[in-house]
């Protein structure tokens, strides 16, 4: 029999090859003014070429304002942005895959933005640790200003005017980066949210600026074969071990409040999922998202193995499978599952020292390796 992560699965009216989505990884290789390149292009079809079903672009700026989160970090702001985006779904959806594009708002975790010198955010909390080297950044992260209900709502336009934009563009979807520490993150956890109207204190209202993002590209775009994906994680980029202060109570009325979502993808940030996502209550991350929303549900961390993906999605725990750094190495990565071929290690030289794309091709040159 086929590996369970083979079996075809149908997402609202669209059916997929296969079960296997790229995970979104930042690549900063697009053009000074956030427009993306042919060589992005090539580097996103690769995937679909490889035989993945869903293709998860690097998260996308949103808005000219404060949303930009790394200098040549691809936006979809400008008329110049959405056609060379379009040139991307073409190129992902011939070789066979469903483009989705990831919607991403940096917040108080920007190190390099083309329109503004200031970070913003929920309130005026100096994020931890230090700017991330290998994204172009030094030293410790700025104190943002604290948001007003005015950035708010340009933060939601900019979402929405996005989504739109997306769709023009031709992707099949778009995925709300609500993960890793970004902005939507960042007001879904307390020690950066120390807000006190509508958007701060409790959980429920804590997760509300998600949500409102969410119900608000569904209004402006009501067809339901058009996905609205929501990314979620516990660790962030700068907080690794992080995790919600009330377990499974509060996962479960984060996934609840976000039901309006076409799917959830669960990222393991800092730790595989075996490694992560058992909760306090017994149940999987995963597999409470998928009982508590009755949507499906994408799993991230370390899912290469082949017995581990096969029993995430055969015991229920999720309905698909990201792959991050091993589709990294491994962009034919459903070829070789269905051969029994054993993937190629990740090398971490790929990403140092900087993600882009020149530097994966310096690596590729250098070892003859067919990794992307």
Not at 154 to 167: L, N, P, T, Y
Not at 238 to 254: P, S
Request: aromatic content about 8%; some cysteine.
């Amino acid at each position: 029999m086929a590996h369970p992560a083979l079996q075809p699965f149908t997402l609202e009216a669209t059916t997929l090859p296969n079960r296997l989505a790229v995970a979104p990884m930042t690549r900063i290789s697009a053009e000074d003014d956030g427009t993306p390149t042919t060589e992005m292009a090539d580097y996103y079809a690769a995937y679909a070429e490889g035989g993945f079903g869903i293709v998860i672009t690097e998260g996308v700026y949103t808005d000219a304002f404060y949303s930009q989160g790394y200098f040549n970090q691809p936006g979809i702001v400008t008329d110049r942005h959405t056609k060379a985006w379009g040139e991307i779904s073409d190129a992902v959806r011939q070789a066979g895959a469903q483009p989705v594009m990831q919607l991403m708002h940096a917040g108080a975790l920007s190190q390099g933005n083309r329109y503004r010198r200031c970070t913003a955010g929920p309130s005026a909390v100096r994020p931890l640790r230090a700017m991330m080297e290998a994204y172009g950044g030094s030293g410790p992260w700025p104190v943002p200003k604290a948001m007003s209900l005015n950035d708010i709502e340009r933060v939601v336009a900019g979402f929405v005017d996005s989504a739109v934009a997306a769709r023009a563009a031709g992707f099949t979807g778009v995925e709300v980066h609500s993960a890793n520490g970004y902005l939507l993150d960042q007001f879904l956890t307390p020690y950066t949210n120390t807000r006190t109207d509508e958007f701060g204190g409790s959980v429920t209202h804590r997760v509300r600026l998600t949500a409102t993002v969410v119900e608000a590209i569904r209004a402006a775009v009501p067809d339901p074969g058009f996905w609205v994906g929501v990314r979620l994680s516990q660790g962030k980029v700068n907080d690794h071990t992080y995790r919600w202060e009330h377990g499974a109570e509060e996962a479960a009325l984060i996934f609840a409040t976000l039901n309006a979502a076409t799917y959830l993808h669960i990222a393991g940030e800092g730790s595989g999922w075996e490694e992560g996502a058992l909760l306090d209550n017994g149940e999987t991350i995963t597999a409470l998202a998928r009982r508590v929303t009755q949507k499906p549900v994408i799993a991230n961390g370390d899912l290469a193995d082949a017995d581990l993906a096969a029993r995430v999605v055969r015991d229920g725990h999720a309905d698909l499978i990201s792959l991050g750094r091993s589709a990294l190495a491994n962009p034919d990565y459903p070829t070789k599952l269905a051969r029994g071929t054993a993937p190629t290690a990740f090398d971490p030289a790929m990403l140092t020292p900087k993600v882009t794309l020149a530097n994966a091709a310096r690596w590729k040159t250098r070892t003859g390796t067919c990794a992307v």
